[in-house]
């Protein structure tokens, strides 16, 4: 089955950017989403991209996939403190749920 | 966008005692998917619900455990039975609205402790 693989810590400063990136194994992944949990709060949906695109930008939000390498990141630009929360990844074929990765904890310090 | 509604939000139990989580959404859906997040953990899928027949369980997770009704296309119940500790969870539904419409979204989860 599908296996989505995150990196579990990444660590910023107020004001740079943050790249959390996400790998996958089922080529025929046809939708990748991005959501973020807050501690104690429940998931919010960030943005998503079908697999015919390459990229999409969201205001801060950019996201990037790379189908040949099965690589898909999250690019939050002026990171803010606000930011620090869990990210997760996550993917799936249409009509189908979505398999989630283990989830990128965000820190952001001032 | 349509509104998923889920509870309890949240819920303390004793062992050996069963709970049911309510999901209701305010438009027809056809599948509706149950999802657990054990703490500090990522979410599994436990099983997806479709009107009009018996859910489909993932690996890991069986219906006398999990019985899920599906009743009409708005509404879903999830039963944890005979609870213990390890049953300790946030228990999220999720719908797929479509990609105009919001694509998968959650309702804001249900955390049970047992105890």
């Known amino acids: 089955g599908e296996d989505v693989e995150q990196s579990l810590f990444l660590s910023v400063r107020e004001g740079d950017s943050s790249v959390i990136n996400c790998t996958y194994t089922d080529s025929s992944s046809t939708y990748l989403y991005w959501y973020k949990q807050e501690p104690g709060a429940g998931l919010q949906l960030l943005t998503y991209i079908f697999s015919n695109m390459d990229m999409k930008q969201d205001q801060r939000l950019t996201v990037l996939l790379n189908k040949k390498d099965k690589h898909l990141s999250l690019r939050i630009a002026d990171t803010q403190t606000g930011d620090s929360a869990i990210y997760f990844c996550a993917v799936n074929q249409a009509g189908t749920a979505l398999i989630f990765g283990k989830g990128t904890t965000l820190s952001v310090s001032s | 966008s349509a509104v998923i509604s889920q509870k309890p939000s949240r819920d303390i139990c004793q062992r050996g005692t069963s709970l049911t989580i309510q999901c209701q959404v305010d438009s027809q859906v056809t599948m509706m998917f149950w999802y657990r997040q054990q703490p500090g953990q990522s979410l599994t899928l436990i099983a997806t619900?479709?009107?009009?027949?018996?859910?489909?369980?993932e690996s890991g997770f069986v219906i006398d455990k999990f019985p899920i009704s599906r009743p009409n296309l708005t509404f879903s119940t999830l039963t944890v039975s005979n609870m213990s500790p390890e049953d300790s969870s946030i228990y999220l539904c999720?719908?797929?609205?479509?990609?105009?419409?919001?694509?998968?979204?959650f309702g804001s989860g249900t955390r049970l402790t047992v105890v």
């Open positions: 999720s719908v797929d609205l479509g990609q105009g419409a919001g694509g998968y979204t």
């Open positions: 619900a479709n009107q009009g027949s018996e859910a489909t369980y």
